[in-house]
């Protein structure tokens, strides 16, 4: 059973003037469909991992065949990595959550301000291409990153319990940001969608 490029929720311009129309529209349409493409080239070889969701193939990438395992790491991250970052956005978004993530951001990192400050230093500091991640864990939240299209689901981590991911491969921000990352990620707070990732917290915690 194939893999397939998920609809955005929005439009391609929706996320403007943080994320632009063309960045998204080469982000999702290009990008994204390549991996999904190169995920489905690859599993034809081993269709039985094929049949398999995503989230269980690479929480057991030591099963699939040595062959074709780097293909299914990269490519397969990047689909599910890039399935969540759309997911986690949308327009008239951004401010601070509310409720009870709002609460627990508070008290895991002593201020909205300051998980600002770390989510974005873990996105600035990766080197290279990679993502940045908030993570529910034992009742509480912390940051990690990944390099490439890696996420916490291959070293272990519950899919649940990524409640956002933030993209900085250079494909993410460079026709409207150039080299400016840090301008990037500031910009892109704005495009939270706290809604999505309080349900996504919801469930982390069942």
């Known amino acids: ?6 609809a955005l929720p ?33 599993l034809e070889k081993a269709p039985d991992i094929g049949t398999k969701a995503i989230e269980a193939i690479l929480a057991d990438l030591p099963s699939v065949p040595e062959a074709i395992r780097t293909a299914v790491r990269n490519n397969g991250g990047g689909h599910w990595n890039h399935s969540l970052f759309w997911e986690i956005m949308g327009p008239s978004a951004g401010g601070e959550p ?19 400050d770390q989510l974005k230093a873990a996105g600035v500091g990766r080197f290279g291409s990679g993502w940045a991640w908030l993570m529910h864990e034992g009742g509480k939240l912390s940051i990690m990153s990944s390099p ?6 291959m ?30 990620l ?8 706290w809604g999505m990732v309080s349900q996504r917290f919801g469930a982390a915690k069942q």
Not at 98 to 115: N, Q
Not at 164 to 174: K, P
């Open 10 to 42: 929005y439009a391609l311009d929706a996320l403007e003037p943080h994320i632009d129309a063309t960045t998204m529209g080469i982000h999702h349409g290009k990008h994204h469909q390549a991996y999904v493409t190169n995920l489905n080239a690859a």
């Open 155 to 184: 070293d272990g981590k519950r899919p649940a319990d990524i409640l956002l991911g933030v993209d900085v491969w250079e494909h993410a921000y460079y026709l409207k940001y150039q080299n400016k990352r840090p301008d990037y």
């Open 148 to 153: 490439n299209q890696d996420n916490p689901i």
């Open 1 to 6: 059973m194939a893999f397939s490029l998920p």
């Open 98 to 116: 509310s409720g009870e993530l709002g609460t627990l951001i508070t008290s895991s990192f002593g201020s909205y301000s300051a998980f600002r």
């Open 186 to 193: 500031d910009a892109w707070f704005n495009t939270i969608n």
